[in-house]
């Protein structure tokens, strides 16, 4: 044979090799008789849509039997952890949709589930297998649904399904699973209003689910409450101001802002904001408006806690030479603050309550993690497990404004506190010669005769007296 045939002879023979082996790669990836089409898992996550490993659940699976096959049994393997134990299955056959009848017999064992038919499943049939009852393993993670089944040719492998997405078992999750089984709860969830509203697996669930939007809603009124004693100060200023356009303005920010509804603040803010190409996080955008909104109020808390304190005290400010502002933020707003601190708490509290508003445009604070889970459970118990969080705010802080009210009442009647031994001695000394010269002071009208003598009082005593 000459050089050129053999060339040519070893060229065909390359192209006969190159073309085998792109059959090959070209022939379809599965050669099984039984192909997987799915396998999926029923949520047993209580008031939830997850998956969670160790607790009961439905597995349906399904796979189709190949052209010219026939699928004498099939055995289901969940990976360690996982078991078929105490399941039962329900077996489906369908061409198109069109239901076989043919039986099967399950048997479980641990992490396998066997199921032998009373004849062969032909080709071209959908075959479904519904478990219920069996287990995930309880460490959660992606799990895959694999096995072997019985043909012509003898047992063969099955291929394993797309990962099932499982939750760990954590301790809340057990805590859920043995109040299920608790006579108890199942007495307390027979009646209606109890099962609707107070459901004891899902108030455990809600408690642990709604712990990030309740710091939320803490952080966003925490944050916006110092600017709005600023805001609110600042205009309760205006408000008293000799000069009537500041007057007007902050009349006319007070009045808007107390008059329209908190909810129109909020849509104004998030939709019309954007509409002026300004773009702000929700979040801020969230301690903005209440913020804003809690100024107005506590605008008018701090003005009529100015108006209460007694003209005289200007009067006697300026007779000592001091000047308005001196005046205001030397003498009168200590004890404007003093007297405003209770009706400015339940101030706070309106504001941490009125958060819940925000949940209407997104922001995920305490009522939109409720509200969310009520749409997956269908049933109002987070919504009451929000109420406990917000009463555990709240109350303690009607307790706080409770006992400052009472101790500022004490004060005013006189009650409180008094010095013993020789601080009483010389605070009753200190007083007799204040009170002396309060008379001489008053007589001769001349307010210098008091300055002296405050400075001859020790430190500390003015107060007592």
């Known amino acids: 044979m000459s050089y ?14 190159a073309m085998a082996l792109l059959l090959v790669l070209l022939a379809p990836a599965s050669a099984f008789a039984l192909t997987t089409n799915k396998a999926t898992a029923r949520p047993n996550e209580n008031g939830g849509s997850g998956v969670i490993g160790g607790l009961a659940t439905r597995l349906t699976w399904e796979g189709t039997v190949e052209e010219g096959e026939e699928v004498s049994s099939v055995t289901l393997a969940l990976p360690e952890g996982g078991t078929f134990d105490g399941s039962t299955t329900k077996i489906t056959v369908l061409e198109g949709l069109s239901r076989a009848q043919v039986e099967g017999t399950a048997t479980p064992a641990g992490t396998q589930l066997s199921i032998e038919f ?3 499943i032909t080709s071209g049939y959908l075959l479904r297998l519904e478990v ?18 019985v043909n012509q040719k003898g047992e063969q492998t099955l291929a394993d399904s797309k990962p099932i997405a499982t939750i760990a078992n954590t301790p809340l999750q057990a805590l859920v699973a043995s109040l ?7 007495a307390w969830n027979s009646n209606p209003f109890l099962g609707m509203f107070f459901k004891p697996q899902l108030l455990a669930t809600a408690f642990a689910t709604l712990v990030p939007g309740w710091l939320l809603c803490l952080l966003i009124v925490v944050i916006a409450y110092p600017f709005a004693i600023a805001l609110g100060l600042i205009f309760a200023l205006m408000k008293i101001s000799k000069h009537r356009i500041l007057r007007f303005i902050a009349t006319l920010y007070i009045n808007v802002l107390r008059g329209t509804p908190l909810f129109l603040q909020i849509y104004i803010m998030f939709f019309g904001l954007p509409m002026m190409n300004i773009n702000i996080d929700n979040n801020v955008l969230g301690v903005i408006v209440i913020a804003i909104n809690a100024s107005a109020y506590l605008a008018e808390i701090f003005r009529a806690g100015i108006q209460s304190i007694p003209q005289g005290q200007y009067e006697a400010a300026s007779s000592l030479g001091m000047s308005y502002f ?7 707003l200590p004890q404007t603050i003093r007297r405003v601190i209770p009706t400015v708490t339940s101030d706070f509290i309106t504001s941490y309550k009125d958060t819940s508003l925000l ?9 939109m993690f409720a509200k969310n889970l009520t749409s997956v459970s269908g049933n109002m118990t987070p919504y009451v497990a929000a109420a406990i969080f917000y009463l555990i705010v709240t109350l303690p802080l009607i307790k706080a404004v409770s006992i400052v009210e009472e101790r500022i009442a004490n004060s005013e009647r006189g009650g409180g506190p008094r010095p013993k031994g020789k601080q009483a001695k010389t605070a009753g000394v200190a007083g007799a010669k204040l009170s002396e010269l309060a008379v001489h002071a008053e007589a001769r009208n001349d307010a210098d005769v008091f300055a002296p003598a405050l400075n001859t009082i020790p430190s500390g005593l003015a107060s007592e007296v």
């Open 132 to 149: 219920e009852g069996m287990k995930f393993p309880a460490d959660g993670g992606d799990v895959v649904v694999g096995g072997t089944y």
């Open 118 to 120: 009373s004849t062969p």
């Open 4 to 17: 050129d045939k053999r060339g040519k002879a070893f060229g065909l023979h390359a192209l006969g090799v």
């Open 359 to 367: 949940s209407s445009v997104g922001v995920m604070e305490l009522m």
């Open 180 to 186: 299920d089984e608790a006579p108890w709860v199942q």
């Open 326 to 332: 001196q005046t205001m933020f030397d003498i009168i």
